[in-house]
């Protein structure tokens, strides 16, 4: 009797502490409940990370604008879609994991009867800031993809919407997202990891990509263009101080997603060198951002043929800077700002300055970014290859090179503005036997499409002109 009690004292215990038996199933481990701003931090990361990672099954831009170039595995540098799932990584990162966070983080948000309206407003307007952003790397990256439907927990099959459709609604959405910013108030705080909450940091950064986005439908749409152009540019960066930098921890799983790829500490994995093409211009013009981007070999910046088996041994690296896990990725900066103003005053856009002006500006601002000095960005500048008066003629190639030089360690942005910009020149591998390869415009739908949204997918791929990497989105008709 005794022992029978013994055994039936902890049931009635357990028995007593909850108030049926679905409490059994809670997992008391894990939150049921997230706050909004750890919505929004998660999405912000996400979308760092799936922009920053070299992980060849995830992010290949920088093989596409020739910054590196691969040891021995080929089929990334020679622009191969289909053996690994990297169209559908990114898709699914940016579908899943950032756009499906932020839109919860926006209905908590309205759902705050805490908050103050001030600061509400502050708060949507910085996801509606961050959707806009990663709506456009969809549409960029793409064309046609799901977007009206996209997030429509009903409806299991998205149609896909009409790129320049999407677009033109997501600049519309940004206007409506700068115009809610109230800079005298706080927006999301302890969860703004770019910017701490300062709603005058995210007016700038607004405008700022308002620019990047009008400016990348100057060709088809100038009109348009000029007039978003003219509406942003006096509220744009004004120094690298305002620049858009998601920081990094030291330790997984916040650590720089380049250290995870190329740092000792986490990997011995010796899968990239530095890219011949971009070396090559470097060494040429004497660039003093070359020992913050490269290591050395025996004294000199050597590096690898691009799309071609390298030694690793044998060619300069990735700096160690870079590849710290604390080192910061940049969403978007003062340089690319200066870049873009420039190239507005080319167009004959009503903006403060000369585009010699801006397009000082910018390779200053790059320079000293890395660490290089003024007198190094003087001395730079004056070479008759960089000079604004005597570089090449067209106002593309100047402005598309030295953009180019810049951008380096955001591949995905490099990736839009050479497709944009048509500069600088980019070959592909010559490989024999391979047939003509061509440097993509654009990532093929994931495969997964096919199969489970395959009537979409295919209305989609006949809108645009095929389900290619070469076909052009509908921004590229120079």
């Known amino acids: 009797m005794k022992r029978l009690l013994i055994y039936l004292l902890p049931l009635v215990l357990m028995v007593s502490c909850v108030d049926d038996l679905e409490d059994y199933n809670i997992d008391r481990t894990r939150a049921t409940q997230v706050p909004s701003a750890t919505l929004f931090t998660g999405a912000v990361k996400n979308l760092t990370d799936v922009l920053t990672t070299p992980n060849v099954n995830i992010n290949n831009y920088r093989f596409y604008v020739q910054y590196w170039t691969s040891t021995q595995y080929l089929d990334e540098p020679r622009y191969n879609m289909t053996s690994r799932l990297i169209p559908q990584n990114i898709w699914q990162t940016l579908y899943r994991d950032v756009l499906a966070d932020l839109n919860e983080a926006e209905a908590l948000v309205q759902a705050d009867d805490v908050t103050p309206d001030a600061v509400k407003s502050n708060q949507m307007a910085q996801i509606e800031i961050m959707q806009v952003y990663a709506w456009s790397v969809l549409v960029n990256t793409f064309g046609d993809v799901p977007y009206s439907q996209a997030l429509d927990p009903d409806i299991a099959l998205p149609a896909y919407d009409d790129a320049q459709t999407v677009y033109n609604s997501i600049l519309d959405s940004l206007d409506v997202a700068i115009q809610m910013i109230n800079t005298s108030e706080e927006g999301f705080s302890d969860g703004d990891l770019l910017y701490e909450g300062q709603m005058t940091d995210w007016y700038k950064f607004g405008n700022s990509l308002k620019l990047r986005l009008a400016m990348v439908i100057a060709d088809v749409d100038p009109e348009q263009a000029e007039t978003l152009v003219e509406e942003a540019a006096p509220n744009v960066f004004t120094s690298n101080e305002d620049n858009a930098a998601f920081p990094y921890l030291s330790a997984p799983p916040n650590n ?3 250290s995870a790829n190329l740092n000792p500490l986490f990997t011995s994995r010796q899968d990239y060198v530095a890219a011949n093409t971009l070396v090559d211009v470097m060494n040429e013009l004497d660039d003093p951002r070359r020992q913050f981007y490269f290591t050395q070999v ?11 088996p390298n030694t690793y041994a044998n060619f300069s690296t990735v700096n160690p800077t870079i590849t710290d896990p604390t080192f910061e990725a940049l969403l978007l900066d003062y340089a690319e700002v200066e870049f873009l ?6 167009r004959g856009f009503d903006v403060a300055g000369t585009a010699e002006q801006h397009y000082n500006n910018g390779v200053r601002a790059s320079i000293l970014y890395w660490g290089g000095t003024e007198a190094e960005a003087t001395a730079y500048l004056s070479q008759p290859e960089v000079n604004y008066n005597t570089a090449a003629d067209d106002w593309r190639e100047k402005i ?29 591998p010559n ?17 997964n499409e096919q199969t489970l949204n395959g009537a979409n997918r ?10 290619e990497r070469t076909t052009r989105l509908f921004w590229d008709v120079r």
């Open 256 to 258: 720089n997603p380049i």
């Open 298 to 308: 025996n004294g000199e910046y050597i590096g690898g043929e691009y799309g071609f």
């Open 341 to 346: 103003l420039a190239e507005a005053v080319e």
């Open 400 to 428: 598309g090179l030295q953009k180019w030089l810049a951008l380096y360690n955001r591949g995905f942005t490099a990736w839009v503005e050479w497709r944009r910009l048509d500069a600088p020149e980019l070959l592909p």
């Open 431 to 447: 490989v024999e036997g391979a047939g003509t390869l061509s440097v993509p415009t654009r990532l093929i739908y994931p495969i």
């Open 458 to 467: 295919a209305a989609a791929a006949a809108a645009i002109g095929g389900d």
